[in-house]
């Protein structure tokens, strides 16, 4: 059965949108991909099963990069087409089954995506990787831990906490026992100053893992923490998908449809915004939650 699977274009969505192929791969073990997604995404599918092609299409003005798209899908015949960009797209390909996936904000993505499936089964976000991204990954790490994966910031500011909270929290007692693992990319860090001011604090244990290695590298480190605390990104929901407690702290955007999905915690002000801090959350609302909720 050759499957095209037409892909998001954002890490988050990626992850989330694996429950999907996972699911289809289940129930069809013989099963060949084609995916068409971006080069964001690209290294969350290197690895996965059943992968006959990967087609990188970035996005062009005036739409023309779905011209792109059906140009290197035309000339094949389909089982099946999945389109979760609800493009016009897959309309126009050859195949004996389409499905166009049409999204909301009232119901969680995989909620949204079981239906899409028309199954009662469980679904999960699950990233492939192998061997060599796990030796990889966890030569980076040389203590004994425990350790706590730290994503501070995402692709838009309003979703961050301010860094100088991450400071004052993990300043407390409570940290003082772990090694911090941080990760994320230098470019989404707005006040470089603040930020190595705390990395390189004596007084904490930190492992930086800015601008290191591919996304599958962080899914060892994240099934070796303890618990994992940032921004609603692409990598909490990488560390969601794994053995990692997830503490997502939520600002502007819909934690209805984008919470960490499994037994993670959504940590999210009433009484967003502010003017100093988009997420307007304590330093003490945040270090209860954790200590309550972190196993």
């Known amino acids: 059965m050759n499957i095209l699977f037409i892909g998001p274009t954002r890490i988050g969505d990626t992850i989330l949108a694996s429950s999907i192929i996972n699911f289809l791969i289940d129930q069809n073990n013989q099963s060949k991909f084609t995916i068409v997604t971006s080069s964001y995404a690209k290294a969350l599918y290197e690895k996965m099963p059943n992968l006959k092609k990967i087609i990188v299409i970035n996005k062009k003005k005036y739409g023309l990069h779905w011209l792109n798209v059906w140009q290197s899908c035309i000339i094949k015949k389909w089982d099946l087409v999945i389109d979760l960009r609800s493009s016009i797209t897959a309309y126009l390909l050859f195949t004996k089954s389409r499905r166009i996936f049409k999204g909301n904000d009232k119901y969680h993505k995989i909620i949204q995506f079981k239906n899409f499936l028309n199954t009662s089964k469980q679904i999960s976000p699950f990233i492939w990787?192998?061997?060599?991204?796990?030796?990889?990954?966890?030569?980076?790490?040389?203590?004994?831990?425990?350790?706590?994966?730290?994503?501070?910031?995402?692709?838009?500011?309003?979703?961050?906490?301010?860094?100088?909270?991450?400071?004052?929290?993990?300043?407390?007692?409570?940290?003082?026992?772990?090694?911090?693992?941080?990760?994320?990319?230098?470019?989404?860090?707005?006040?470089?100053?603040?930020?190595?001011?705390?990395?390189?604090?004596?007084?904490?244990?930190?492992?930086?893992?800015?601008?290191?290695?591919?996304?599958?590298?962080?899914?060892?480190?994240?099934?070796?923490?303890?618990?994992?605390?940032?921004?609603?990104?692409?990598?909490?929901?990488?560390?969601?998908?794994?053995?990692?407690?997830?503490?997502?702290?939520?600002?502007?955007?819909?934690?209805?449809?984008?919470?960490?999905?499994?037994?993670?915690?959504?940590?999210?002000?009433?009484?967003?915004?502010?003017?100093?801090?988009?997420?307007?959350?304590?330093?003490?609302?945040?270090?209860?939650?954790?200590k309550k909720e972190a196993r």
Do not use: Q
């Not at 930086?208 to 070796?224: A, E, S, Y």
């Open 129 to 290: 990787h192998d061997s060599t991204d796990e030796s990889e990954s966890l030569s980076k790490i040389k203590t004994n831990g425990p350790f706590i994966a730290v994503s501070p910031y995402s692709n838009w500011k309003e979703k961050d906490w301010a860094i100088e909270k991450y400071f004052e929290l993990f300043k407390n007692d409570f940290f003082k026992d772990y090694t911090l693992i941080f990760t994320g990319i230098s470019k989404d860090i707005p006040n470089r100053e603040n930020f190595f001011k705390m990395i390189e604090d004596s007084s904490l244990n930190i492992i930086n893992l800015f601008d290191w290695g591919n996304l599958r590298h962080m899914i060892p480190i994240f099934n070796k923490c303890s618990f994992f605390i940032g921004s609603d990104s692409g990598l909490m929901h990488l560390a969601a998908s794994t053995k990692c407690k997830t503490f997502a702290l939520f600002g502007p955007t819909n934690e209805i449809a984008y919470a960490p999905w499994g037994d993670h915690k959504v940590i999210k002000s009433l009484d967003y915004p502010a003017l100093d801090d988009p997420l307007n959350l304590s330093v003490e609302k945040v270090l209860n939650i954790i």
